[in-house]
């Protein structure tokens, strides 16, 4: 069963979007062409991904300046060495989308 996270518009390049659906916080990407999904929260600590630095496909957190690869959600630089969980964003009607069990 598919959530709607946002409208495609309303997330930047430049800035993810904090979206809270059923209790869970999610921060939505685009790069590219490509909408990602990831848990807001940082793997690591009180980080919020979604008040990051973007770089490419690298999110900074912006508490203690660990890594994470976006789409793959693995941590790419310390102190994070839990990867995020992700979901697969699909774009549907303009609304990005994605399955909450996943
Ligand atoms: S809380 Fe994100 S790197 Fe520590």
């Known amino acids: 069963m598919l959530t709607v996270l946002c409208r495609r518009d309303e997330v930047s390049a ?5 979206v ?13 062409d490509g909408y990602y999904v990831t848990q807001d929260e940082c ?3 009180p980080g919020l991904l979604s008040e ?8 900074e957190c ?3 300046q660990g890594r994470f690869h ?3 959600g693995q941590p790419v630089a310390p102190p994070c060495t839990e ?3 992700v979901w697969s964003a699909q774009v549907i009607d303009g609304r990005v989308c994605i399955d909450p069990s996943q």
Request: avoid cysteine.
């Open 14 to 18: 430049d800035t993810p979007l904090r």
């Open 52 to 59: 990051g630095y973007l770089d490419g496909e690298e999110i």
């Open 70 to 72: 976006i789409p793959s």
């Open 20 to 32: 809270e659906r059923d209790g869970m916080a999610y921060a939505v990407f685009v790069i590219g």
């Open 62 to 64: 912006p508490f203690h």
């Open 43 to 45: 793997t690591h600590g």
């Open 83 to 85: 990867a995020l969980r």
